[in-house]
């Protein structure tokens, strides 16, 4: 088994250029909060805030960095409460940008906006939906502005977004599967997204079907009203992948670079990852024949042949082997099971399938 | 007559599980009836409500209700998420995903997928099928059946519960994973029936849902043989835009004395809100409308944003009820 020929190499650190950056801790002063820098304003403000029950209120909070009068770009992540990779890429794009706010400010043409935590209850409590209402952030959308709480936090979302010239809404999984860092699009928005999603430097495009109930999602949303979303997807719920938020730290700053949201003189790393792309067609999904732990035997992002062997499905009752998970086909392993117990029907892995393959199976979304 | 399992698998740790359910009848014809509930584990009212009616029915297809014959199949799934109600969880336990949006399922795919498929499996030969549902842990709600986009045949076929309220409501996104929209592909004449609050069983709920199946089963000449109460005949039709949902502007600790299924005038009032930490009387909520009080929250504890009530008006209202699923149960 060899690896994809896709690099998968940690990728460089994006510096400006040499002089530019100060290469050292932020100080203190840029991480005291609001305050004007050169020409870009940085502030923290609520977009939306719920009264709770007892005392405290609910608060929905955006990082704004404003710098010229060009395009608006957004980083949205945090929609569920598990999903933590999100709000880490939020920082490192925060800490770039005081850099270089401290360094040469005039580089932002545009605004930056980091909405790192949609759920910020879900997130402050451990809890992938939106507690107490039980509800999944991501089937809300587009909200209702005198409809229940999250529908309120939907609404408000959306209308603070209306205008962005791309959000980019970021999803770790679940707490089940990992996930190589992936762009996921609707067939119903391929044409317009799909050359951004080229530039992102991740590993893998994945174009699905249209789902009626992922009419309900934020990226759907704000595709249909004209503000084009990506879907990014990587590592695993409750954990940060520093590695893959640096990957796609890269990605977002090129793009913002075309975008013109930064001037065309910022440097930044080459892209050092090429995506694949996945479709409805040559998506292996592997799930469980039986119930009891799984063992992988490989790494994740791996090339395999058909018959190799991916784990096995052992009990801790006893010595034996319950099951044998092998690839059904030539591909590449870009979903691993993370959590080791399964029921049967548990999705254990997914396989990109290296030649375009019939026998594809329905797509499940994180 | 025999008890089935509709599936079987294996459990990481527990033993092997299955799902039971009651086949009722001559297993030569197709079923007429297939009744589900307990798509929720902590959904109780329904699953009381279909293991009695089993009860029954066996006792009449055994000879031991004098005069009274069943006369067709009927399958009734009391509980299709046993470890959720085992374990007292509205969703599958393991992953928390809802079984009630992951129809029309999947046999080779995630556990609940598979769950999903083989209830649509089981249930799709029958012509008449309802799902019956509890509100969530929050609400109560009067006994009633839900439409969603319904054919002609649905909203008559609606009134023989006998149930005090038929309520259509509009299609959405959400609706399109559930057990009740993956059984309108197979035609047939399909029920939503929503009745009390999650988590506990009201007794007077499961009595009026147990009259209201057996009044079914005789109006579609399905059971011979019954007399029915005719304390069941106040129904109403309540059609799109005939449902006001109250929304609170207030947070605090909501009280209200009022009991679900009593008709309500302009401006009665709901239910108080008061200041859980100075305890000062922070909102007296008033309903804008007249109408039937068919659902009522019963968790105090009240943020802004959350829903109060809901309430059926004989005309129009103009709000966007589809958008208020999230909170009904189903």
């Known amino acids: 088994m060899t690896p994809p020929s896709r690099r998968r190499s940690p990728c460089a650190w994006p510096v400006i250029s040499e002089g530019r950056v100060r290469n050292e801790p932020i100080t203190d002063a840029l991480r005291s909060g609001a305050g004007v820098r050169g020409s870009i304003e940085i502030r923290q403000e609520s977009v939306l805030s719920l009264a709770l029950p007892y005392r405290e209120r609910l608060e929905v909070r955006r990082a704004v960095f404003r710098g010229g009068p060009g395009p608006r770009v957004a980083i949205v992540s945090g929609v569920h409460g598990d999903e933590l990779e999100g709000l880490y890429v939020c920082h490192r794009l925060a800490h770039w940008i005081e850099q270089l706010a401290a360094t040469r400010p005039e580089a932002l043409r545009g605004q930056v906006e980091l909405y790192p935590a949609l759920n910020p209850l879900g997130l402050d409590t451990l809890v992938r939906f939106v507690p107490v209402f039980d509800a999944d952030l991501n089937r809300m959308f587009p909200g209702h502005t005198e409809g229940l709480l999250p529908q309120r936090v939907a609404a408000a979302v959306m209308q603070h977004l209306a205008g962005a010239a791309l959000v980019i809404d970021i999803h770790a999984s679940n707490i089940f599967l990992r996930e190589i860092p992936q762009v996921r699009i609707s067939q119903d928005f391929a044409t317009g997204l799909l050359p951004v999603a080229r530039e992102m430097n991740l590993d893998l495009i994945w174009l699905h079907g249209a789902q009626t109930v992922l009419e309900t999602t934020i990226a759907h949303s704000l595709n249909e009203r004209g503000v084009p979303c990506l879907v990014v997807e990587m590592g695993v719920g409750m954990r940060v992948t520093p590695a893959f938020a640096d990957q796609l730290v890269v990605g977002i700053l090129r793009t913002w670079r075309a975008l013109g949201v930064l001037t065309p003189d910022v440097e930044l790393p080459e892209l050092s990852h090429l995506p694949f792309v996945a479709d409805d067609t040559n998506v292996h999904y592997l799930n469980a024949a039986t119930s009891g732990l799984f063992i992988p035997g490989v790494e994740h992002w791996m090339a395999l042949r058909e018959g190799d062997e991916l784990g096995r499905i052992v009990s801790p009752f006893d010595g034996g082997v319950r099951s044998t998970v092998r690839s059904p086909v030539d591909g590449v392993l870009f979903t691993l099971r993370e959590y080791p117990l399964v029921y049967e029907g548990s999705l254990m892995a997914r396989i990109m399938a290296g030649p375009p393959a019939a026998g594809a199976t329905e797509a499940a979304h994180g | ?330």
């Open chain 2, 1 to 330: 007559m025999a008890e089935e399992a509709l599936l079987r698998m294996t459990a990481p740790l527990r033993c092997d599980f299955d799902i039971p359910y009651h086949d009722i009848g001559d297993s030569r014809e197709a079923p007429k009836l297939a009744l589900v509930s307990g798509l929720h584990g902590n959904e109780l009212n329904g699953i009381f409500a279909l293991a009695r009616l089993a009860a029954v029915l066996k006792d009449v297809t055994a000879g031991r209700h004098a005069g009274q014959r069943l006369r067709a199949r009927v399958i009734i799934i009391p509980a299709v998420n046993v470890l959720g109600v085992n374990t007292r969880s509205r969703r599958w336990p393991f992953d928390q995903t809802d079984i009630n949006r992951m129809f029309p399922g999947y046999d080779a795919g995630e556990t609940t997928q598979r769950i999903a498929q083989a209830v649509l499996a089981l249930t799709r030969r029958a012509h008449y099928r309802v799902d019956i549902h509890s509100s969530n842990l929050d609400f109560e709600e009067v006994p009633q059946v839900r439409l969603y986009d319904p054919t002609p045949d649905e909203r008559t076929a609606a009134t023989l519960f006998g149930l005090p309220a038929v309520v259509e409501r509009r299609m959405n996104t959400i609706f399109t994973s559930t057990l009740g929209h993956a059984w309108r592909a197979a035609g047939g004449t399909n029920f939503v029936i929503q009745a009390g609050q999650a988590g506990s069983l009201q007794t007077a709920h499961c009595e009026r849902l147990f009259r209201a199946l057996v009044a079914f089963l005789y109006r579609t000449g399905l059971l011979d043989g019954v007399t029915l109460s005719d304390e069941d005949e106040d129904i109403h039709y309540f059609g799109l835009d005939q449902n006001l949902s109250m929304i609170s502007e207030h947070a605090g600790l909501f009280v209200s004395k009022l009991e679900v299924g009593r008709w309500v005038h302009t401006g009665d009032v709901i239910g108080l809100v008061y200041d859980g930490f100075s305890g000062e009387l922070r909102a007296e909520l008033k309903t804008p409308v007249a109408g039937l009080l068919s659902g009522l929250r019963r968790q105090p504890l009240l943020c802004e944003g959350d829903l109060l009530a809901r309430i059926l008006v004989r005309h129009h209202v103009a709000e966007g009820a589809d958008t208020y699923l999230h909170g009904q149960g189903q």
